[in-house]
């Protein structure tokens, strides 16, 4: 049996642990790290000295962007958020549909054009103001410009997938400081999502339940709301990660309706101050993990959606890179009783 916990990771034995949903193995070494209240990023994400009149996103530089797609409010020249065009898209949507993939010529593997959609969605017109700083009404809007988006790429037979996702910091892949999400719509199911839904799959098959549902656990829980419950995951596979999930059985995140946007902003806010204040405002990542466009409705009985929070504070290595294995250096629940505790005073 592994050595319970006393207040601090460094008195634990070092652990593997596997769940359901991943179905990798993460290593926990605690004798890696410094106490777990004590963890913090070495690079903080703060923003840069560029001028706002060289920004893009800022109100009024309008014109040195890719198209817009739409703005809240519609036609106003004082808008909160655009919805535009990646002006350096990784995939093409000017090119036909896709047929389906083809034998490569080194004949060991398959190639298909790269047709598909590349957005950003720049979350306030002010270039000091944070996703953090907004409301939690202004960051439900945020959730709803993704959602309203998701529903027109529905409309493409040839998505498959839409993931939306945000880098914070230069070390977590952003390029531009002025806060933004980004959205791509794929022809094809991601392998790490095909691999999701093929262990969630499993779990439903053995159990009769979703495994989502299912992870609710005391020790791991940091914060709820009417609609949602925020937590570190029983295996997270980095430190401090955090995961926002629907009470609900839910397959879809653009089912979401407006009032639990709101909800949601509420708690993703919550979230992020609390690893600003804790792991002094680190470069992060998040990722909103929903299903297929097109799921079959036998589909919809074991897929959950979910956001996952990641904020960097380690670094992939070659162990990790070989293996898919993870180094994890504070326990989660650990981290839980970490974020837990944070006091965070009250904002808008």
């Not at 060991?108 to 103001?129: A, K, N, R, Y």
């Not at 470069?283 to 799921?295: A, C, D, G, Q, V």
């Amino acid at each position: 049996m592994a050595a319970t916990t006393s207040g601090s990771s460094g008195n634990r034995i070092p652990e593997l642990r596997k769940d359901a949903i991943s179905n990798r193995w993460v290593i926990f070494s605690p004798a890696r790290a410094k106490r777990p209240s004590e963890f913090k990023s070495n690079s903080p994400a703060v923003s840069d000295q560029q001028l706002h009149q060289r920004c893009p996103f800022c109100i009024g530089n309008e014109h040195q962007c890719a198209p817009e797609i739409f703005r809240f409010p519609p036609d106003n020249p004082d808008w909160t958020l655009r919805l535009i065009q990646n002006l350096y898209p990784a995939l093409s949507r000017d090119l036909p549909a896709p047929a389906p993939p083809r034998l490569a010529n080194n004949l060991t593997g398959s190639v298909l054009d790269g047709f598909g959609f590349h957005d950003v969605i720049i979350e306030t017109p002010v270039h000091s103001v944070q996703l953090l700083d907004l409301s939690p009404h202004d960051v439900g809007q945020v959730f709803l410009a993704h959602i309203k988006r998701i529903h027109q790429l529905a409309t493409n037979d040839s998505i498959k997938y839409s993931l939306v996702f945000k880098n914070h910091g230069a070390s977590a892949g952003a390029s531009m400081t002025h806060s933004h999400s980004q959205m791509i719509a794929l022809p094809v199911i991601p392998p790490n999502v095909s691999a999701r839904l093929g262990n969630m799959k499993d779990y439903f098959e053995k159990t009769g339940k979703c495994c989502i549902c299912e992870i609710q656990q005391e020790d791991l829980l940091i914060d709820t709301s009417d609609d949602f419950f925020s937590l570190v995951p029983y295996a997270a596979t980095f430190p401090f990660e955090i995961w926002i999930v629907p009470r609900h059985h839910s397959a879809h995140f653009h089912e979401l309706d407006a009032e639990k946007a709101v909800d949601l902003g509420r708690l993703l806010k919550l979230m992020l101050r609390k690893i600003s204040l804790q792991l002094n405002n680190p470069p992060f990542n998040f990722m909103i993990h929903t299903s297929p466009l097109h799921s079959d409705a036998s589909e919809l009985a074991y897929t959950h959606w979910f956001i996952q929070i990641v904020p960097q504070l380690t670094l992939t290595a070659g162990f990790e890179i070989a293996t898919g294995c993870h180094i994890n250096p504070v326990f989660p629940e650990d981290a839980a009783k970490v974020l837990r505790e944070v006091n965070v005073p009250e904002s808008g």
